[in-house]
């Protein structure tokens, strides 16, 4: 007869037993703290605000009578620059609201074109009309690198000294426009050059 010889079981330790259980309760006490710190979540921290805006010069849309886009051309004005593509669906649902406040000649609307064929671009602005004053193509992409863009559509508020005083991130809406950034705006405007 063979007899076997069954290993000694050792006893789990009870604090390991509880291990993931307090990993999972500190985890979702971080959460909890979040959800009800009052925090706007849907806002993404931009690093440039209140910064100069980053060096730019973009060559023109061809086709259209615009200049490019040019940092320099900030100096002295409010500008809004709105980064879009014609590829971009959300960037056609807030177009409607960039030509409503273009109709506001207080301040002006540059456009970055983001990686977009021009053809497209200009067939966009065909259809759906036309809210800048200046087009700047970003084909490759690196100046919205430089501007800490997250995706298409972001929208920047440039102060009349250059600096970026506010950043919209995703499509922008009637009731975002008229809520946060009129206010902004007329606080841009508000300031003596």
Known sequence: M???IQP??????KPFVFLPLAVFLALAGVFLAQLLSGRDISTVPSALLG??????????????DLP????????????????????????????????????????????????????????????LGNPFMA??????????????????????LVGRDGKILFKNVGPLTVDATQRTLLPEIEKALAVSQ
């Open 2 to 4: 063979t007899t076997e």
């Open 135 to 156: 087009i700047g193509i970003d084909e490759a992409g690196r100046t919205a690198i430089d501007w800490g863009v997250y995706g298409v559509p972001e929208t920047f």
């Open 68 to 127: 490019g886009l040019n940092s320099a051309d900030f100096k002295g004005k409010v500008t809004l620059v709105n980064i879009w593509a014609s590829w971009c669906a959300p960037c056609r649902e807030e177009h409607p609201v960039l030509m409503a406040l273009a109709q506001d000649k207080r301040f002006e609307i540059a456009g970055l074109n983001y990686k977009d064929r021009p053809e497209n671009a200009r067939r966009f602005l065909g259809d």
């Open 8 to 13: 000694e079981k050792r006893p789990v330790s």
């Open 51 to 64: 910064e100069q805006a980053p060096e730019t010069s973009l060559p023109p849309l061809s086709g259209l």
